[in-house]
């Protein structure tokens, strides 16, 4: 697999696992991995779940950066959302952080949200900038088959936001944040100069990378894999010194093509024309001035890159699927 550069440790709440949870799968690790060139260290933490001695306890493991998972800061759309913590808490657990010596920290936002104002997520925005941490991460909320959302929506028990209205939001949080000095280097991803999360870079430019854990991905640059979906079976096939793996599968020349357009279009840096193989070339470039005239405005280039514009960016879930192989 070559040299490790991050680690991220997700949820569920990781948070929650006391010092010695942590420091024993970190010990685990250096067993089978030199974990020697790690520069970026990751862990999520839930606000009201990460006291401020568990926080100096990460610290003091190597763990160098937190994602708090904010969502929101208004109590009436924490409840829509089903979160169990407090404006308050929000703050709190950041403060905790700072004062832990946490100096990399993201904070997670969702807009889009039922009966969401536009006014309620400009609050939001400004009171998370003067907070000043180095990422924040604004999605939009959708709708998946399958969930308690869709069910809602489905039955017409809630009504989401327009198209119109999202799109409105998508640019007024660009033009907010890119002027308090958070550059989109994602779709929905800004960050102070420096402080883009290496993690996430490393998936989005198709790097290897290894998983653990329930419901966890993996790669190795041929292959990618999920484990069992299952905690209880997770547990079980690892007992028994069975595989946790529960699907693997090859990703051929086209998939291969496709993540490359589909994560690079997303990000800032665009699409390098010579990445994708010669004998492709000519078809991607006819796709872009086909596609450029039926969303004007919405490409830029420079030498070989391909890029969106704010406009494109606005509307690549619309683009990207009519540029894929």
Known sequence: MGKFYTIFIGGGTPSLL??????????????????SNVKEFTIEANPGEAPKDRLKDLKSMGINRLSIGVQSLQPQLLK??????????????????????????NCDLIYSIPNQTLNM???????????????????ALTVEKGTDLFSMVYNNKITMPSDRQGGEWFIKTHDILSYNGYQPYEISNFSKAGFECRHNLHYWDIDPYLAFGPSAHGFDGIHRWNNARSLDQYI???????????KIERIELFDYLNELIGFGLRMRKGVDINMIPIDHQKEFQKKIVLVSKKYPDCFQSASDI???????????????PELIF
């Open 306 to 320: 391909i890029s969106l514009t704010q406009k494109g960016m606005l509307h690549s879930d619309r683009i990207i």
């Open 236 to 246: 079980e096939r690892i007992r028994t010194e069975k595989s946790p793996i529960s």
């Open 121 to 139: 997520w400009n609050q939001d925005l400004s009171t998370i900038i003067k907070m000043e941490p180095e990422h924040i991460s604004a999605y």
């Open 80 to 105: 829509f959302l089903t979160r169990i913590h407090s404006k308050e808490q929000v703050f709190e657990t950041y403060n905790n952080a700072r004062a832990s010596g946490f100096n990399n920290i």
């Open 18 to 35: 006391k010092a010695n949870h942590i420091d024993r799968i970190l010990s685990c690790l250096n067993k089978s991995y030199d974990l």
